[in-house]
């Protein structure tokens, strides 16, 4: 009997697992069919660098999360690759990374 209620547990896991992915799919089937092209990490970065324009060169990597709709991890690797560039600089402040858009005549010759 236990071991029947398992197999069903794990059926249903599987079906969710399955219904999920597939909605996750449909979606990325959906923005490409819209014209909309999956973003890749270049359109990140470029959409960050955008962003720090708009807001004067300064802003916290919070709200960058928060106005752009981005995951906290696609943010972070990003402001990292643009750091590595020299695009941008971050300050860390207590617990917030503070994010600014260095002058072209800041950058270093690479």
Do not use: C, W
Not at 49 to 67: E, M, P, T
Not at 89 to 97: M, P, S
């Amino acid at each position: 009997m236990l071991g029947y209620l398992l197999l069903a547990l794990e059926l249903a896991l599987l079906v969710f697992a399955m219904y999920t992915g597939r909605r996750r799919v449909l979606k990325a089937l959906n923005n490409s069919s819209n014209g909309e092209d999956v973003e890749g990490p270049a359109d990140v970065d470029e959409q960050i660098i955008k962003y720090l324009r708009s807001r004067g060169g300064l802003a916290y990597q919070g709200d960058i999360v928060k106005d752009l709709d981005l995951p906290k991890s696609t943010v972070h690797k990003a402001i990292r690759r643009l750091a590595e560039r020299g695009l941008v600089e971050v300050r860390r402040q207590g617990r917030i990374n503070i994010v600014t858009l260095r002058e072209p005549a800041q950058q270093q010759p690479s």
